[in-house]
């Protein structure tokens, strides 16, 4: 066998095992449900229970390159917190050990089972059916594993290849070499599984394995720094929190590296299974490490990628099970009163975007709309919660005045995702509004973000905001109709003008909603104002 052939075998096999992770991730993920965002919110607000959750997702998804993405995602949709993140983020490390674990237990031999198994459930009725995907993607990544194993056994006589890598002598270089090909194939659990058959074969050393495992570490977080390099800065200060943990803790081993090896080779295991526990015990130890640190090192981080005007993730929706009923709605009526205070934000981000055409503005615009939408989720599952509980005529009253509340909060994003529908659309035809389209929006903008901040000062005091709303809606009223005789009368160039009849008439629409809600709001009794929104 040629090296040629065996260099393309392996590539085969890489692209196997890249393809059946990716594959089982997903399906994993889909299995998951809906309520998995819900259940990681609520998961992570205690840091060792963020780091169990974190571990566990990982040994089921077996990524830590897709648990780290998922956490910017959350961080960047507003659903986790930066600090509650660093929990999940330190326990996927860990989780993505259970490869190294599976492949030096030999689970390689079981991969063709597992792909039958998985091709025949497909046939099985419904209920079992569903894991079909999973179980086969899972014996894929094995299978390839297998392939991988069987590929490089021809290497371990080849004299170029034992002197290239005797030639990496430093643990640096090897951490180096591992974090390149990590960064490269995008998943740490190749090259701790690579790692690991090289050593059974007798291609590399133990003392050349460990570095290259340590190395997977840090190349893993490149995908994380790519994702997160357009989204705002808590996703930045997760993705840099990320890097800068995998790279001091590995920086924290180095010196310790010999010993380290010494101490488990002594407990005489076989050497994969030595080096699986070897990445095992490393990952736990420096993750120990920074959980009991977690506060300065995320005070650091937080120093090195400042904060900017971005708002924050939503306050946790209130557990009310222990409270009294009143008590429960007076708490779940300031909570979604928050989301009215952040109308305001989201509508005028949505709007700058269409104006500036500007990436990190419509990034911005993007995640507030998401944190209101998440906030949506949760008000509704406080007020299923609420309305299963024994109510008086009086608070089922005040149960009804909070769903018509989050109804019309949602109508209002309907249309603000709406006007982002309309700058999606000026971006796939790489256009931009003309100079006379932009001084109408002008007219039209400030008076809305206006009316939208009324609403939020009406649900705090609306005896003190009803004459005001009714001058800043009038106002509107007369910009819009301006702006309509201004559209007929001068006619718009082809490019522009349905986007801009578009945001006329979504304008025209949120000041209906907004009128429709500040009745309502004029009619209700105001929110608590022990609610701080961030």
Not at 54 to 68: H, R, V
């Amino acid at each position: 066998m040629s090296i040629l052939q065996i260099l393309v075998a392996v590539a085969a096999g890489i692209i196997l095992f890249l393809f059946g992770i990716e594959q089982f991730s997903k399906e994993v993920q889909a299995l998951s449900g809906r309520r998995f965002r819900r259940f990681l919110a609520r998961g992570t607000q205690n840091r060792f229970a963020g780091f169990l959750l974190g571990g566990a997702i990982t040994a089921l998804i077996q990524s830590s390159t897709a648990t780290s993405v998922i956490a910017v995602g959350l961080v960047n949709a507003g659903v986790l917190s930066f600090r509650n993140t660093l929990g999940v983020l330190f326990g996927a490390n860990v989780g993505t050990t259970v490869t190294a674990q599976l492949v030096a237990l030999k689970l390689t031999d079981f991969a063709p089972a597992l792909l039958l198994v998985g091709f025949f459930a497909g046939y099985l009725p419904f209920r079992w059916r569903v894991l079909n995907r999973a179980i086969f993607y899972f014996g894929l990544v094995f299978f390839s594993l297998n392939m991988v194993s069987a590929s490089v056994a021809p290497l371990r006589s080849d004299p170029q290849l034992i002197a290239y890598l005797s030639s990496v002598e430093t643990p640096v270089a090897g951490v180096l070499v591992g974090a390149l090909f990590t960064a490269i194939v995008q998943s740490s659990s190749v090259t701790t599984g690579i790692a690991i058959i090289l050593l059974e074969q007798d291609v590399i050393a133990f003392e050349g394995a460990l570095p290259l495992v340590l190395g997977a570490n840090v190349g893993t977080t490149v995908t994380a720094l790519l994702a997160a390099a357009s989204l705002d800065t808590s996703a930045r200060r997760t993705a840099v929190s990320h890097a800068l943990y995998n790279v001091g803790g590995v920086l924290l081993f180095l010196p310790l590296l010999r010993p380290f090896g010494w101490l488990l080779r002594a407990l005489g295991q076989s050497p994969a299974f030595t080096l699986a526990t070897a990445h095992l015990l490393f990952n736990a130890v420096v993750a120990l490490i920074f959980l009991l640190a977690l506060r300065p090192f995320a005070a650091l981080i937080e120093r090195l990628v400042p904060d900017d005007a971005t708002q924050g993730p939503l306050p946790p929706a209130p557990q009310t099970a222990d409270l009294e009923i009143d008590e429960a709605l007076g708490v779940s009526s300031s909570w979604v009163g928050g989301l009215i205070s952040r109308l305001p934000g989201n509508y005028t981000a949505v709007t700058l975007a269409l104006q500036t055409r500007d990436s990190k503005i419509r990034n911005r615009a993007r995640r507030l709309g998401s944190i209101i939408h998440f906030g949506l989720e949760e008000a509704h599952e406080l007020i299923y919660e609420l309305s299963r509980r024994k109510l008086s005529a009086a608070q089922s009253r005040d149960v009804l005045r909070l769903v018509v509340t989050v109804d019309h909060i949602r109508q209002l994003m309907d249309s603000m995702d709406d006007l982002q529908g309309v700058d999606e659309s000026l971006e796939r035809r790489n256009t931009r509004f003309s100079m006379d389209a932009l001084l109408d929006i002008q007219k039209v903008y400030p008076v809305t973000a206006k009316l939208l901040a009324t609403l939020d000062e009406t649900a705090n005091a609306p005896g003190q905001s009803s004459a005001r709303l009714e001058r800043i809606d009038a106002k509107l009223s007369e910009a819009l109709s301006e702006c309509y005789l201004r559209f007929i009368e001068l006619g718009q160039s082809e490019h522009e003008g349905s986007e801009l009849a578009d945001f006329l008439s979504i304008h025209q629409r949120l000041r209906s909603k907004s009128a429709a809600f500040s009745s309502h709001l004029l009619e209700a009794p105001s929110r608590s104002t022990e609610f701080a929104s961030t």
